[in-house]
């Protein structure tokens, strides 16, 4: 019986020093004093040593002790006091007139073995961390390019906008004047997405922020007394996508300048409020006025700010649905992707998309 046993043991040991040799990994086989029993060809090639001068040496001696480190140290600890599975460590190996080596270790104690014996694997990932520290640089370097470029465009988008106004101020043609005016608003909006975007480290734009200063812009150049009709933005704490954020602030700008060239006729005083909320996937662009509102016999207006936001909502699969307030008008844009009414929900990733043509006060 006791032959059988040895006889079983020399068995698992042969086939154990065949699969370590042979192994196209990094592999070291180590005895219970941490002794190197064998190393596989992948071992002696990644680390130029020979296989027969391995065998015999202490673990910790391996390049005149350049592995002798607290990191292997504790994994080796870990692996004999057999504490379950221990974690991959992280182990720099910096051996004489070569780079540093970026290791991962890892060591397992064979339990099918009498003696204590411990398997060890040993990747290289040098050329991985170098890789991608070079790609996290270009990264780095890109948004930084990007960033400046955004920065250049909101300085010409603002030059093109001043020049529209110039010559908004400066002709004496009524519909050509509103014309320009619109189309200084519009290069507005873009621009102040651009500077926005030029100091957000992720490409994500903060709502409320954007809003606003695309809301301070319009006032500045409309609204000559702040006191008779003011902008205010309300709701809006979270981030879009910057694509979306586009859309979102060309059917504000649209949106405003709409209600204040009908919704307070005769100096009439009053307040525009953009209100932009999100519940979840889902989100909802309000632009209300308390001005006139509208009337009821009014036909239905498809002036370009109509245009506008139709096609807006419709690349971002909303509905548009004007609402007669009192006083006032409110424009909703509505994106549902997941249901939270009655009814089957919608699949995720289907939204809704339908668009209702806007009339009244701040559809024209």
Known sequence: MSANKHSSEDVAISLTLAVVTSSPAPLLLLDGELTIIAASTSFCSVFDADAAQLAGQPLYALDDGKWDNSQLRSLMTTTLAGDGAADAHDINLQRPLRPVQHLIVQARQLDYLEQPRILVAVSDVTHARADTTLKEEAARENRILLQEVRHRVANSLQIIASVLLRNARTTTSEETRGHLENAHHRVMSVAALERL???????????????????????????????QISLIVEGGDGVVEARVSVSLGLIVTELVINALKHAFPDGRPGKITIDYNFHGPNWILCVRDDGVGMPLTAPVRTGLGTSIVAALARQLHALVETTPKHPGTQMSITHTQVALVEGEPEAAGEPRAAVRPASGAIGS
């Open 197 to 227: 975007l030029s100091t957000s480290g992720d490409g994500d734009i903060e709502v409320h922020a954007y809003f606003t200063q695309l809301c301070e812009s319009i006032s500045a150049s409309m609204i000559g007394d702040v006191d």
